[in-house]
């Protein structure tokens, strides 16, 4: 979320008064409303994370967030060293009296009064200011005073251009399980999790009630890794397993025999899991095409982004990208989202037969048209640039009910789609949660890179998925935004 900053500190010109400039009585007062952006800002400038400012807090008197007192108070430093006396005032004291508490949403005008003028000789100005705070319904916050040196000469000079904040809210995890709010634990066959990161996972996916996980690995590795990172898991059932690959095969069975609804990859190589899982004879193959698809929560982009396949089909043909797309459609419509745009990417925007991603493009859109893709709006090629900014794509001419606001990204193959997202991560910060769909049950192919909230929220993902398929019932969709 960007912070706009507040106009008195930008696109102005700021006049200096000085002390025989000054007049008992001038007055500058500034409005402004508390946003969440505002409380998230000042406490992590404060470093004050009190529960009171964000819910509330348990022993709180407040039944909702209250704004930091300080953050109020501190409009009157803006108006003391931008309007009032203006650039180069010193401030000296200030004391204050904290009258009410300030709602997220409550608008608030502060205003500073010349109260006194006080001369002890040159160089020795000191001026007073009455300082309040009122809310929108005119009662008061904040009162006090301040004293302040004002400014030696008069001078007027254009205020300082300030960047563009942004606050990003690593929120994904928390919005997937609220879907699953409702929904039972899904057993899920965790295989090998002989690492931390994975046995943790699983521990912690239970404990918050997303899995039931069956842990398939070697049980007394498993108990004494637990037990060095202190994790209780004496309730969840182990199948001993002696090897990465004999606990792949066992984990998969669990799911072909329909004693676990889900699949959790842990301290093994991907192609180890995946190997099993694609067997024709014992593994969990399907009518539909085996895809991945990442859900990435990107601060700069206003909605959850899909991407796929950055992870199990290398270099796919036009005909299994049409299965690639449809997964992540059926996937998309379960978070939520009734119509997913896809917008199906290549290196530019037009039909080159030279570039095998284009001819592809044109041919899923086609087969979108004939009814072969279903479910969605389908638009390609479109470079990365004209697929996300609507104002890109007016700059190139482009004509699209999809450039400027995809839910799904179509890569043209894994190496392109596989940078696209560790780019997206790394470099923009965004929250990564991923899923293995077309098989007989969801698949978590975690990475080891991942980190806990992002394993999570690959187990709510797929607890959304089973759930739907069996028919309980997950988040009802909704108008895509």
């Keep these: 979320m960007n912070a706009t900053p507040p106009s008195f500190l930008a696109d102005r010109l700021l006049t200096s008064l000085t002390f025989d400039e000054l007049e008992v009585g001038q007055t500058a007062s500034i409005e402004r409303e508390l946003t969440p952006t505002d409380i998230n800002l000042f406490a992590a400038m404060s470093g004050n994370v009190d529960p009171l400012h964000f819910s509330g807090g348990a022993a709180s008197r407040f039944r909702q967030p209250v704004g930091h007192g300080m953050w109020t108070s501190s409009l009157f430093s803006g108006l003391l060293g931008t309007r009032l006396p203006g650039p180069g005032t010193i401030y000296l004291s200030q004391t204050l009296t904290f009258v009410a508490p300030l709602h997220v949403g409550d608008t608030v005008t502060a205003t500073i009064r010349v109260a006194e003028k006080r001369r002890n000789g040159k160089g020795h100005e000191?001026?007073?200011?009455?300082?309040?705070?009122?809310?929108?319904?005119?009662?008061?916050?904040?009162?006090?005073?301040?004293?302040?040196?004002?400014?030696?000469?008069?001078?007027?000079?254009?205020?300082?251009?300030?960047?563009?904040?942004?606050?990003?809210?690593?929120?994904?995890?928390?919005?997937?399980?609220?879907?699953?709010?409702?929904?039972?634990?899904?057993?899920?066959?965790?295989?090998?999790?002989?690492?931390?990161?994975?046995?943790?996972?699983?521990?912690?996916?239970?404990?918050?009630?997303?899995?039931?996980?069956?842990?398939?690995?070697?049980?007394?590795?498993?108990?004494?890794?637990?037990?060095?990172?202190?994790?209780?898991?004496?309730?969840?059932?182990?199948?001993?397993?002696?090897?990465?690959?004999?606990?792949?095969?066992?984990?998969?069975?669990?799911?072909?025999?329909?004693?676990?609804?889900?699949?959790?990859?842990?301290?093994?190589?991907?192609?180890?899991?995946?190997?099993?899982?694609?067997?024709?004879?014992?593994?969990?193959?399907?009518?539909?095409?085996?895809?991945?698809?990442?859900?990435?929560?990107?601060?700069?982009?206003?909605?959850?982004?899909?991407?796929?396949?950055?992870?199990?089909?290398?270099?796919?043909?036009?005909?299994?990208?049409?299965?690639?797309?449809?997964?992540?459609?059926?996937?998309?419509?379960?978070?939520g989202v009734e119509t997913p745009r896809v917008a199906v990417l290549s290196a530019v925007e037009t039909v080159n037969p030279k570039i095998q991603s284009t001819v592809d493009a044109a041919a899923l859109c086609k087969m979108a048209d004939r009814g072969q893709i279903t479910g969605a709006i389908v638009d390609g090629p479109l470079a990365f640039d004209n697929a996300i900014s609507a104002e890109a794509a007016r700059t190139k001419g482009i004509r699209s009910a999809v450039a400027g606001r995809p839910d799904i990204l179509l890569v043209p193959e894994l190496a392109s789609g596989n940078m696209l997202v560790k780019q997206l991560s790394f470099l923009a910060h965004a929250d990564a949660a991923g899923i293995v769909l077309g098989a007989a049950v969801p698949v978590m192919l975690t990475s080891r890179a991942d980190s806990l909230p992002s394993r999570l929220a690959s187990c709510a993902l797929a607890v959304l998925l089973a759930n739907k398929a069996t028919g309980n019932g997950a988040a009802g969709t909704e108008a895509a935004k």
């Design 126 to 335: 000191r001026v007073t200011f009455d300082c309040s705070c009122d809310n929108q319904k005119g009662d008061p916050v904040v009162t006090g005073t301040a004293v302040v040196i004002p400014p030696s000469e008069h001078v007027a000079q254009a205020g300082v251009e300030l960047p563009d904040l942004q606050w990003i809210a690593h929120d994904q995890l928390a919005r997937l399980t609220a879907k699953c709010a409702d929904l039972p634990p899904l057993p899920t066959a965790v295989v090998y999790p002989c690492d931390e990161t994975s046995l943790r996972g699983a521990s912690t996916g239970a404990a918050m009630g997303l899995i039931d996980p069956v842990l398939v690995g070697p049980l007394a590795q498993l108990r004494v890794l637990a037990e060095q990172l202190g994790l209780d898991i004496a309730a969840h059932r182990i199948v001993d397993a002696a090897s990465p690959i004999d606990a792949a095969l066992k984990g998969v069975a669990l799911a072909r025999n329909g004693e676990v609804g889900a699949v959790m990859k842990g301290a093994l190589h991907t192609d180890e899991l995946m190997g099993a899982i694609v067997r024709r004879d014992t593994g969990l193959r399907t009518s539909k095409r085996i895809s991945h698809v990442f859900v990435m929560s990107v601060p700069t982009y206003p909605k959850p982004l899909l991407i796929t396949d950055a992870v199990v089909n290398i270099a796919p043909e036009a005909d299994d990208k049409a299965g690639i797309i449809q997964n992540a459609v059926e996937l998309a419509r379960v978070l």
